[in-house]
DNA sequence: TACGATACCTACCACATGGTAAGCTGTCAA
DNA sequence: TTGACAGCTTACCATGTGGTAGGTATCGTA
């Protein structure tokens, strides 16, 4: 099966867009990288803006139906919501351009309110907090704390999948490598230990 | 007190590379902000690049500093974990600059491996490693599995710190304000919560 | 008073950038 | 057979970029 042309951009914008941002990455770099000019690529997508917002919006939609697909089981909220988080602590480990991108998005949100940025965090994130809310060790102090919990695993999940590279340089293979290993067992841990009655 | 023009070169830089990266800022801009040439900048600094690397330099030995201070405090290993983290927590949200610069940087590591990016998270880390390995609940797992859980803890503070303007946007004034409140409170119950023995 | 250094400025440059205009080529329906 | 359109191309352009060269004004010091 081959990728439209038009997809191909997609992939290869999100791809260099991630890895460089929107300003260190010029469509001329993104085209060049498909064997073709820039000018294909403005007759796709209008402008550099148009093409990033494309971008943004492939992966927004993608992680909301994945991330639904999880919501549906049906277990005790506590599984439930320790499932949400890890299998968006998988995703976001797996496609670690989108990882990238979103947080990039969260940084420059303020400037180039491009507000797709917010989206897809917006629903899920109530979707996880209304979970959690359903939880005993957690409804009793209210919405506002509730949202500061799953804050942080959220954080806990999208820092490290951002750091990979980093982490990688300041231990080396072996004990970053070892880490990520047992980085969802720790999270787990972290999740029921906070979930235990106090 | 009025500070040197070149210190006052790196405090705008900071600010404006912070908010748009370093490829979305341009040197003309950090001057004029100033009200002088970029010719003036690059007096001071030789290179756009140099003028980058002071701005690293500066926040990454502040930062080293302020967590030395509370490195000292000679109580339980668990408290001095829990305050090491509610203090890093605490200066990122102080200075969101720094904040958003260094998690940039976190992004950004693999391409301009300027790698003070690493610098201060390499000590701070281990520094963190270390404490974390004294507590017995902690200590059998292993070093790669400390790191997991102190990067957890490092994630939830920074991404908290970083999302304020999203956060702000997605749930409104009043709601993030309580998030805010509230969080450092969640943060200890996430460190106890997981620290208590299984 | 002369000298050198500091702190800037104007002028200039080569180059990369996003974008426009116009054209060429193949496909496919009328 | 023609005409429209998709999918590109080359040519071109205005603007912004980081950086160089060379100047001027100010000031502490010998």
Redesign the interface.
């Known amino acids: 099966m081959t990728t439209s042309t038009r997809q191909q951009f997609v992939l290869q914008a999100k791809k260099l867009f991630a ?6 990455t010029s469509i001329a770099t993104i085209a060049n990288a498909l064997g073709l000019t820039k000018q294909a690529l403005l007759h796709y997508f209008g402008s550099k803006e148009k093409l990033y917002g494309e971008v943004l919006l492939q992966i927004s939609s993608g992680l909301l139906t994945e991330s639904e697909r999880t919501l549906k089981a049906d277990h005790q909220a506590t599984e439930r919501l320790s499932d949400l988080v890890i299998a968006h602590y998988h995703l976001l480990m797996n496609d670690d351009d989108s990882a ?1 991108l979103i ?2 998005e ?6 180039r ?1 491009e ?1 797709a ?2 989206w897809y ?2 629903s899920y ?1 109530n979707a996880l907090v209304d979970t959690a809310m359903e939880i005993e060790t957690i409804k009793h ?5 509730a ?3 799953i ?10 999948a ?2 990979q ?3 990688e ?3 080396g293979r072996a ?1 970053s490598k ?2 990520r ?3 969802e ?3 787990r ?2 999740i029921s ?4 009655p ?1």
């Open positions: 890895q460089r941002g929107f300003y260190g990238r947080m990039r969260l940084l420059d949100n303020e400037q309110a507000k940025g917010s965090l917006a994130l102090l209210g919405r506002a704390q949202l500061a919990f804050y942080q695993l959220l954080g806990a999940a999208h820092y490290f951002v750091s590279p980093t982490l340089q300041i231990f004990l070892q880490t290993a047992g980085y067992r720790e999270l841990n972290l230990g906070r979930l235990r106090m």
